[in-house]
Nanobody, 122 residues
Framework: QVQLVESGGGLVQAGGSLRLSCAAS????????MGWFRQAPGKEREFVAA????????YYADSVKGRFTISRDNAKNTVYLQMNSLKPEDTAVYYC???????????????WGQGTQVTVSS
């Protein structure tokens, strides 16, 4: 099972930027499509972005399209989320997970890392 550690969150003003990182253990990281998800207080966890195992394809939730960019470095077993033009509604705990490409759902919904808190002030 891939172990996941998210980092890079923080407090930022609206319009600002953050770059999140997700470090994964395990030799099979490069075999998985990876995704970012987020959960705001009182809301269900939702899909944010996904990237193919090779990094060749990406897709995004409509709410972040054009503002967020997902990337990965398989040599470092790390996936990133560059977040620009942040809005207060982006405030949430952000998580990464291997993802089912076709459905944008986590491969193992029973396992999550600790997440990283992103807070955007207005």
């Amino acid at each position: 099972q891939v172990q996941l550690v998210e980092s890079g969150g923080g407090l930022v003003q609206a319009g600002g930027s953050l770059r999140l990182s997700c470090a994964a253990s395990g030799r099979t990281f490069s075999s998985y499509a990876m995704g970012w998800f987020r959960q705001a207080p009182g809301k269900e966890r939702e899909f944010v972005a996904a990237i193919r195992s090779s990094g060749g394809s990406t897709y995004y939730a409509d709410s972040v399209k054009g503002r967020f960019t997902i990337s990965r470095d398989n040599a470092k077993n790390t996936v990133y989320l560059q977040m620009n033009s942040l809005k207060p509604e982006d405030t949430a705990v952000y998580y990464c997970n291997p993802v089912r490409w076709a459905s944008a759902t986590p491969l193992n919904g029973d396992y999550w890392g600790q997440g990283t808190q992103v807070t955007v002030s207005s």
